[in-house]
């Protein structure tokens, strides 16, 4: 293959990310809780790292996306690597977004990599819990000062059934020499509450498994 069809297969891969991460639903909820499920790097890469990031979320609102973009390029540039967030250097409109305006940005700021993320699933479960006898001190204060009780009494717990909210998220670290995923990892949410937190909370555990896979350099 030459080098100009080389060429137009990458932007043309880059273009069908870029389109996906303004037309899909990324996180409908946040979590104040986050696991990596699952994280794998790529058995041909050579360990040098990346330094130019170009950071797309897939988003069902410009303001999630941007939150989420946002705080990668914070974290990545105190990594020591340069990043920009898609929202500021591609259009958030899907009638906006052209191959010549793909073809542009990444001529520009020469990405090395791309990292996406995007929903993978939503789910509800349900956590049961059995009933419980416990035994307690009659008197709370028993035992305080002696450390003895002389008494007890029965407790009943009775059996309770919750739900619990797990949002899945996969982020990847796309090569653009090649267009090749480096690295993916699959995150774990639950139950979601503040957004803020939740993405500074999932981002701080993807940046460090990125650091730990020695997948970030300094620009």
Sequence with gaps: MNDQASTNNWFAAMRRLATCAIAMLFLAAASNQSTIEESKVSESYDGKGFSNFLVLAIADSSERKQNFEDRFVRELGRSGAAAQ??????????????????????????????????????????????????????????????????????????????????????????DTGNAADVWIADTMTVNPKNLNKAINLLVRVLINDLRQNKLIARK
Excluded at 113 to 120: M, Q, S
Excluded at 167 to 173: E, K, P, S
């Design 85 to 174: 967030a898609g929202w500021k250097v591609l259009p958030v409109q899907k009638g906006d977004l052209t191959a010549e305006k793909v073809d542009q940005v990444f001529s520009e700021f020469e990405f090395d990599a791309v990292l996406l993320v995007e929903l993978i699933g939503k789910e509800t479960r349900e956590i049961k819990r059995a009933a419980q006898t416990l035994s307690m001190p009659n008197n709370r204060n028993q035992g305080l000062h002696t450390g003895m009780v002389s008494s007890y009494r029965t407790v009943q717990l009775p059996a309770s059934t919750t739900e619990e909210v797990h949002v899945h998220i996969r982020t990847r670290l796309i």
